[in-house]
């Protein structure tokens, strides 16, 4: 399974080939924070009420920073959570999209090796306040914490990316 496209004439088509370039993080980060803002409020505006208790659940499980692998998991089921309970089609496809790259090895592996668990605490810090305000149903501050919450992780990634740099200097 993989990210959709739309052909005319055949329909829905399942597979990896829309987005077979290579990305940079930066790419990534940069659609990923035009796109989940929105699916957040959307989500804050439509979320049915076991859905709101799935998230929590979904949350909580970011804010156990003993096993990476975990996290990573926890991560990515929160963020797609929203992504479903924006309740848009093509949104979600679009995520799914943006998901299927985030699990690629050399995306995760730079993620992990980005994320040390001070990070890993204030992330999911702020998968608490977005879920709060999903919860609330208040869609401006859910985009709003889902609009910090990427920039933390795009600010982690690119210092990491620094740090890199100065060392094979």
């Known amino acids: 399974n993989g990210p959709k496209r739309v052909e005319y004439g055949k329909g829905s088509i399942v597979g990896?080939?829309?987005?077979?370039?290579?990305?940079?993080?930066?790419?990534v980060m940069?659609?990923?924070l035009e796109v989940e803002p929105a699916?957040?409020?959307?989500a804050a505006d439509r979320a049915r009420p076991q859905e709101i208790e799935r998230l929590d659940q979904l949350m909580?499980?970011?804010?156990n920073l003993s096993d990476p692998d975990a996290y990573e998991a926890a991560d990515d089921m929160f963020h797609y959570k929203i992504a479903e309970m924006a309740r848009n089609p093509l949104f979600l496809t679009v995520y799914e999209s943006i998901r299927a790259v985030r699990r690629e090895v050399a995306w995760t592996s730079r993620r992990r090796s980005s994320h040390a668990p001070e990070t890993l605490q204030i992330l999911g810090e702020q998968h608490m306040t977005l879920n709060d305000a999903i919860a609330r149903r208040?869609?401006?501050?859910?985009?709003s914490a889902m609009e910090q919450h990427l920039l933390t992780v795009s600010k982690t990634l690119l210092r990491d990316?620094?740090?890199k740099i100065e060392l094979d200097l």
């Open 16 to 27: 990896t080939s829309v987005i077979k370039k290579k990305k940079k993080p930066s790419d």
């Open 30 to 32: 940069e659609v990923r």
């Open 39 to 42: 699916l957040a409020a959307l």
């Open 60 to 63: 909580r499980a970011t804010l």
């Open 138 to 143: 208040d869609s401006l501050g859910a985009a």
């Open 161 to 163: 990316r620094v740090r």
